[in-house]
């Protein structure tokens, strides 16, 4: 139990901020080690431990967005469509969870997606509009899906529309940290028993997930300085194509 934990702490914190979909990982990570509801309920204490990671890694970042009341209200309609798009198409966006062949299909068109960003990355802009905004929280809702990376369609979408690649990652984050926060939220009515059940093992969990999030955030930035984001197109495509060859 612990050792699996350990892993999906890892994989949670690596892969809910590179752009290579967490959730899509869960669901492979769910079917190759059959995981039970409890340990499944884990996986919520984990991604508390990745929204953390964001606001450590963002603190700065953060209390300058609270000062700014355009920003703010930019947040609220990224937010508000994002979570509409999401209650509006819940059942169809559940039903992806259960199927390997959905989240293969979503990973190859991240895959592109990311590709398709390497003409991209030389914007100027370094502030978002309300086009921006709303064109974010469509995108931003996308990534409900399996398969779908947030930060991979988030900072793609930010790219196009000429933002400062930098100011694109933070942006990203910043702009999605309600939608993520809010997540959390919804899934913690399922960790009571797990927390009484099983505290030390949840709090390694807790901190490896925190520990490998801020890694990974600190690698996600140094490749954007770099302009090297559309590589994790590649490894998008190949774990696709190992997904629908392999995993059934």
């Not at 901020?17 to 190759?32: D, E, K, N, T, Y």
């Not at 895959?111 to 990355?121: N, Q």
């Not at 990974?216 to 994790?232: N, P, Q, T």
């Amino acid at each position: 139990m612990l050792l699996k934990l350990i892993i999906l702490g890892l994989i949670q914190g690596l892969t809910e901020f590179l752009p290579i979909s967490s959730s899509g990982h869960l669901v492979i990570c769910q079917r190759l080690f059959g995981l039970s509801g409890q340990e499944v309920a884990l996986t919520v204490i984990l991604h508390m431990g990745t929204l953390l990671a964001i606001v450590i890694f963002f603190f700065r970042d953060i209390l300058k967005a609270l000062s700014s009341v355009r920003l703010i209200l930019l947040t609220l309609l990224v937010t508000s469509i994002t979570g509409a798009v999401g209650l509006l198409g819940k059942e169809f966006f559940e039903g992806l969870f259960f199927s390997t062949r959905a989240v293969a299909l979503a990973w190859f068109a991240t895959g592109l997606l990311l590709l398709s960003t390497k003409r991209a990355m030389d914007g100027k802009r370094k502030e978002i509009d309300i086009k921006d905004a709303s064109m974010l929280g469509f995108t931003q809702a996308i990534a409900i899906i399996p398969g779908i990376s947030r930060s991979g369609v988030t900072i793609s979408t930010l790219l196009f529309r000429k933002i400062d690649r930098s100011a694109s990652f933070v942006l990203s984050f910043i702009l999605g940290l309600p939608v993520i926060f809010g997540a959390g939220i919804l899934e913690a009515k399922d960790i009571g028993s797990v927390l009484k059940s099983n505290p030390l093992v949840v709090a390694i969990g807790f901190m490896v997930s925190l520990i490998s999030g801020i890694i990974a955030l600190a690698l996600l930035k140094r490749i954007m300085d770099k302009a090297r984001f559309h590589y994790f197109g590649y490894y998008c495509i190949a774990i696709s194509v190992a997904t629908f060859l392999f995993i059934h």
